[in-house]
């Protein structure tokens, strides 16, 4: 079994292939910092699909070099788990000098590029730099979808394969596939909200939070609907705080300009009050998901957690990273800026969640290929009836 160093970990580990967030049950050390717990969905999804029986951390920041000779010894292959790393902002530290020093292949596990809303997208030479020791130290890169394999194309890398998130195959079962009921039979609805967005990657603020709020109140009024945070601070604060946090949480969100003047009205209030889901255990948030007929939303991977347990999903698409994500697996998904009115009945199509199922497949084959040549020990069982080539079986 692989012995795993891992970069960029997102929680604590417990039973063996679990996350959930540092000192969860010290909800006051994290409570006034953002952090998305989307990240320890990934994180304990990829655990989920290896053969592992050690873990370790490979620190970026300030590393200690005199470690790497002992960690090359300990560990069998250093894993990223998959994200959002591929933008101008992103910072890597000593990543690429601690990579080519250590000399161990790199896992990297669905890693995703983000296209500005305007001009090009734009790397520093340190973003590049890392990408390239990846490249180098890997039979191939597993990235998000056809965009972040087109970025990492222009660099020159096209060691890739496009696996999506091993979030989609959390649930080991090559057979997966989502089956419609009549839509009159759904009850309990999940919705994945995000508040917060960037006007770096979303074109206009304003019409996302309306649509946003507009949407919620709909599906708040017509089901039984769990609003869904996943790590903004008020939120957090709503559900895990004090009573005076509670309270000092909603006031902020009162006196918020965007929240305030496009999102955060008295109907808002009361649904906050009332119906709004947060923890930072990744295992809280399946059990949810198992318990709803229908999640849609703006979070890629708490979505995403409802589509691997066969949970119908609708993805409202955003910015360049939901498209992706949407497109290579083929999620029904409307995008909040089209000049067409979102009408639940039109995306309850079984035929529109046929092409979901029929990509999961390939994307869980390719997967499964991706891990096999970097030589990883993988759960993912052979799909009945799959292509695989000769010698993906041979390593297997």
């Not at 960690?71 to 902002?89: A, I, P, T």
């Not at 096999?372 to 020990?377: A, C, G, R, S, Y």
Request: proline fraction near 3%.
């Amino acid at each position: 079994m692989a012995r795993l160093l891992v970069m960029i970990p997102s929680g604590e580990i417990y039973d063996h292939d679990c996350v959930r967030w540092y000192q969860y049950q010290n909800i006051q050390r994290s409570i006034d910092n953002y952090h998305n717990i989307g990240d320890a969905f990934v994180f304990d999804s990829s655990l989920k699909l290896l053969n592992f029986e050690k873990v370790g951390v490979l620190e970026i920041n300030n590393p200690d070099w005199d470690s790497l000779d002992r960690l090359r010894e300990e560990y069998d292959y250093v894993m990223l788990r998959g994200s959002n790393y591929v933008h101008g902002e992103m910072q890597w530290h000593d990543t690429a000098a601690v990579l080519r020093k250590l000399g161990l292949p790199v896992l990297a596990f669905g890693i995703g590029a983000q296209a500005p809303v305007r001009g090009k997208l734009e790397l520093t030479e340190q973003t590049r730099d890392v990408l390239r020791a990846m490249s180098e130290l890997s039979t191939s890169i597993g990235v998000r979808g056809a965009y972040s394999a087109q970025v990492l194309g222009d660099l020159g890398i096209d060691n890739v394969r496009i696996i999506g998130c091993p979030t989609a195959f959390r649930r080991l079962d090559p057979n997966l596939r989502i089956t419609l009921s009549p839509l009159a039979e759904v009850e309990k609805v999940g919705l994945t909200i995000r508040r917060e967005v960037s006007p770096t990657y979303a074109q206009d603020i304003q019409r996302y939070l309306n649509f946003h709020r507009d949407l919620v109140k709909t599906l708040a009024n017509r089901f039984d609907t769990t609003l869904m945070a996943q790590g903004e601070v008020e939120e957090k604060k709503i559900v895990l705080g004090t009573d005076e946090q509670k309270e000092e949480a909603i006031a902020a969100l009162r006196a918020n300009g965007w929240a305030a003047n496009w999102y955060f009205d008295d109907g808002m209030e009361k649904l906050y009050r009332e119906r709004l889901f947060y923890s930072d255990v990744v295992a809280d948030y399946e059990a949810l998901v198992q318990r709803l007929d229908l999640v849609l939303g703006y979070r890629l991977h708490g979505n995403l957690m409802a589509l691997a347990n066969g949970v119908p999903s609708i993805y409202f698409t955003y910015d360049s990273r939901t498209a992706e994500f949407a497109e290579t697996y083929r999620i029904p998904s409307y995008d909040v800026f089209s000049d067409e009115a979102f009408v639940l009945e039109d995306y309850w199509d079984q035929g529109r969640f046929d092409a979901f199922n029929a990509a999961w497949r390939d994307v869980y084959d390719e997967t499964r290929v991706f891990l096999l040549e970097n030589n990883v020990d993988t759960k993912l069982a052979p799909r009945v009836g799959a292509a695989e080539p000769a010698d993906m079986r041979k390593v297997a």
